[in-house]
């Protein structure tokens, strides 16, 4: 089945550093990617969607120029946290429709828990 | 963003008993989808639904996209430890890539 790998499962960074979070696809071509953002015991926040060879889109109330995302081919997107603070810690997701006409059976990653000390 | 109302928040059962939560929403969907998620890890498909009226089954879960095309339960029988987890709904308009949205998610919990 379809897969999206994403990596890394986990980081833990110093305030005002820079973390980057990959998710590709593995078996199928993934032209337009979704993130999300989860606070512990809530839902899915979509922040941002992805496109390949275009600029992404992001919801109201995400800064893009803090949550860098680029989509540079059919099998990578990736989200960088510019100059992370303690607040910006979270579990961050990525999701790609499963392939198919239709795209339906969205595939998730499997998150990268960021903690920002 | 727009959310599913989803309910119960949580559940706690015993084992070998059977479960339902659902979903509502005030705008129709076109798809459902019922996700299951465990700690540290990203949702995992367990069920997708098309057609409105429509009752799939995967082993013991059983779901169904209501007629109205506003909501969807999920139901699981015969519960068992490895139940455990965050059950979320999600609904989208398909056709094209569009995104999901999400209920508030149902948080199971197993005993022995």
């Known amino acids: 089945g379809a897969v999206v790998s994403q990596h890394p499962s986990w980081v833990i960074c110093k305030s005002g550093t820079s973390v980057k979070i990959e998710c590709r696809s593995l078996d199928f071509q993934a032209t337009t990617m979704f993130w999300y953002r989860q606070f512990p015991k809530k839902s899915l926040m979509l922040m941002a969607t992805?496109?390949?060879?275009?600029?992404?889109?992001?919801e109201q109330g995400v800064e893009k120029d803090k949550f860098l995302i680029n989509h540079a081919s059919l099998t990578l997107s990736t989200l960088t946290v510019t100059s992370a603070h303690p607040e910006d810690s979270s579990f961050y997701i990525c999701?790609?429709?499963?392939?198919?006409?239709?795209?339906?059976?969205?595939?998730f990653g499997s998150g990268t828990r960021l903690t920002v000390v | 963003g727009q959310q599913l109302n989803q309910s119960p928040q949580s559940m706690f059962i015993q084992e070998g008993e059977d479960v339902s939560m659902n979903c509502t929403s005030s705008s129709i969907f076109n798809t459902w989808l019922w996700y299951k998620q465990d700690p540290g890890e990203g949702p995992v498909l367990l069920i997708a639904l098309y057609k409105a009226g429509e009752l799939t089954s995967n082993g013991r879960l059983t779901a169904q996209f209501g007629i109205t095309r506003k909501d969807s339960f999920l139901n699981i029988s015969a519960s068992i430890p490895s139940d455990v987890g965050i059950y979320f709904c999600?609904?989208?308009?398909?056709?094209?890539?569009?995104?999901?949205?999400f209920g508030s998610g149902t948080q199971l919990t197993v005993l022995p």
């Open positions: 999600a609904a989208t308009l398909s056709g094209s890539a569009r995104q999901l949205t």
């Open positions: 999701s790609a429709p499963a392939g198919g006409p239709l795209n339906y059976g969205y595939t």
């Open positions: 992805s496109n390949e060879g275009s600029k992404a889109t992001y």
